[in-house]
């Protein structure tokens, strides 16, 4: 039984939202946190998590949409935060200087105060960094009982460390079956007892199948690649990111 941390579900990207669920079922992926992090993927993933038992939400703003987000939308948020039972988290959020630096300073502002509802509420948050590092840390370190995920990690030993001590999970994708990533040795020092599992899907394809569209079905290749490079059982991988997980969301 695996859990995919992150996910995007939109039918948008898919044709068939049935067949999805069905199919991730089938691979042994019991639960799917999806990602809604626009005004719109909220209104729709809600949808989704009302008609399929296994699939939850984490809802916030994404630094991409900075500039559409009003207080007013800020306040929605939080009318869904406290009203849906399936809404487990605030995210995806954080900073994106990649894409965004022009707008770094808007960034830094919904980042915050999302975060302060995320403190407010007692919620964990999953957090999107681009090429800002010490920003996203700062900014952290003025919210010390906010946990969560660092979605889709792919630093260094030390930064991974600075995070787990800040008492955050790392979110491990499909970028660990990358020739070229060196995340494995980063996963390898770390052993299991930090990591989750996510697929970013409909995005970060594993190998062998980059290049095809993602969903949750191929969240087992991530696991088996974890299991290899630390030296453990698929069911051992399962087991450890999923208790993480479902303590962290605090998931029955
Ligand atoms: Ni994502």
């Known amino acids: ?34 990602s809604a992090c626009t005004k719109e993927s909220i209104v729709e993933s809600l949808r989704f998590a009302k008609k399929y038992d296994c699939v939850y939400l984490t809802i916030g703003y994404h630094p991409s949409e900075v500039l559409t987000i009003t207080d007013e939308a800020l306040l929605t948020l939080e009318d869904f935060l406290l009203q849906e039972p399936k809404v487990v988290g605030i995210g995806e959020i954080g900073l994106d200087y990649h894409y965004g630096k022009e707008n770094r300073k808007e960034q830094l502002v919904l980042f915050e105060k999302q975060l ?31 946990q969560g995920i660092m979605h889709c990690f792919s630093g260094s030993l030390e930064t991974a460390k600075i995070f787990i001590k800040m008492g955050f ?84």
Request: with cysteine.
């Open 169 to 252: 999970y790392l979110g491990i994708g499909g970028v660990i079956t990358f020739k070229n990533s060196r995340l494995s040795e980063v996963v390898q020092q770390l052993g299991l007892e930090y990591l989750v599992l996510e697929t970013d899907s409909p995005y970060l394809t594993p190998q062998p199948y980059r290049g095809k569209k993602n969903s949750s079905k191929y969240l087992p290749l991530i696991a088996q690649r974890i299991a290899d490079v630390c030296q453990v059982d698929l069911e051992q991988v399962a087991k450890v990111t999923s208790e993480n997980a479902s303590k962290l969301f605090d998931l029955k």
């Open 116 to 146: 302060a509802l995320a403190e407010k509420h007692r919620l964990p948050v999953v957090i999107h960094s681009r090429d800002a590092l010490s920003d996203t840390i700062e900014l952290l370190k003025k919210y010390p009982d906010v």
């Open 1 to 34: 039984m695996f859990i995919d941390t992150h996910c995007h579900l939109s039918l948008e990207d898919y044709d068939d939202i049935d067949l999805i669920v069905s199919e991730n079922l089938d691979s042994g992926v019991s639960k799917m946190i999806v």
